[in-house]
């Protein structure tokens, strides 16, 4: 499977936007943005685990879609009234954290600090 802005949408439990709106437009091309930086990284895309590489696409999407700029405080005031927003700051970008980018290269986790390996003395 191939992700789709439906699948981002269901990931966020809401509706897909229009099909000819700017958001499935943005939604499209930051789906292929995440696919481009996992291509640039790791090489071709089709030699690696297919759905890891779409639940990395997709959740990497969807944090875009929750946080697009990195804005952390937006405030509103009409008349008497203000509405405030605060967001924990987003890259601005399509960003594939540590943990997915280990997800998608389970072969080079190191899980510990050293390895010791053990060996014996010939005498």
Known sequence: MT????????TLLRSPPAEASLDWAAWTMWIDDARRQIKNRLGDLALLDQDDLDYVVRESVALKVKRPDPATQISVSIDDGTISKSYEKGAGQVTITDEWWDLLTPEAVDNGAWTIKPWARRC
């Open 3 to 10: 992700v789709t802005v439906a699948n981002v949408a269901t």
